[in-house]
């Protein structure tokens, strides 16, 4: 992969849509690892199943996002991506990724 070198403070945007950006935060990428199986129905359990390493952020508010699940670069790129937004008026959202990810359904009972 050509990009960030472990270490380096990157950011991450979970979407930019119809005039809201859902940005992730900031934080640093620590390197390419095989994700945890969070469940059939997540990108990072396929990746976990099948022993498949993807990049890995911890951001800055402890939240362990992988590079599957967002839109991630070099900080500076990514606060110049925002600010093209910003000055489109679009509405910058902070979003957790807890949040964001799909739940697993309830089983029949």
């Avoid at 994700?35 to 099948?50: D, F, H, I, Y």
């Avoid at 990049?55 to 992988?66: A, E, F, S």
């Avoid at 093209?84 to 697993?104: C, H, N, Q, Y």
Wanted: proline share 8%; net charge negative.
């Amino acid at each position: 992969m050509i990009g960030p070198d472990p270490g380096q403070r990157v950011g991450a945007i979970l979407s930019a849509n119809n005039g809201v950006v859902k940005l992730l935060g900031f934080g640093v990428y620590v390197g390419d690892e095989v994700p945890p199986n969070e469940g059939e129905r997540s990108m990072t359990g396929m990746l976990a199943e099948e022993e498949l390493p993807n990049p890995k952020i911890v951001l800055d508010n402890g939240d362990i996002v992988w590079g599957c699940e967002c839109w991630w670069g070099p900080a500076d790129e990514m606060e110049r991506e925002l600010a093209s937004w910003r000055a489109k008026e679009w509405k910058i959202e902070t979003v957790r990724i807890s949040d964001e990810r799909l739940p697993e359904p309830v089983g029949n009972a």
